[in-house]
């Protein structure tokens, strides 16, 4: 599986794409990546986009977009959840995470 990191500013048709603050470190400096490498990028907007690590610079990563691909992230099946629902700050607990869920 690819690597996927997030850009705040909407990709759309641009031919670079940048990375900076959290993300580019976790790029360079946890992930070690160098000049050259493939990584996957999501805006937020449905689609990835493919890139290459161009010019990587003290808090930002300047990226190549290779190519776009829309992504379908519904799953393809219908799920029911049956539970009882505990007391105090479990049910709380249990109705976050069945919203996280969709």
């Given at each position: ?29 946890v ?9 996957t ?55 976050e ?6």
């Open positions: 599986m690819s690597r996927r990191y997030f850009v705040e500013s909407p990709i759309r048709d641009a031919a670079v794409a940048t990375l900076v603050d959290a993300e580019a470190h976790h790029l360079l400096h992930m070690r990546a160098k000049v050259g490498e493939q990584v990028l999501f805006d937020g907007s449905g689609h990835e986009f493919e890139a290459r690590i161009e010019r990587p610079r003290r808090g930002e990563v300047e990226l190549a977009v290779l190519s776009r691909e829309a992504v379908d992230r519904e799953l393809p099946f219908d799920l029911t959840l049956a539970v009882a629902l505990p007391k105090g700050d479990r049910q709380r607990w249990l109705v995470k069945l919203t996280e869920l969709g």
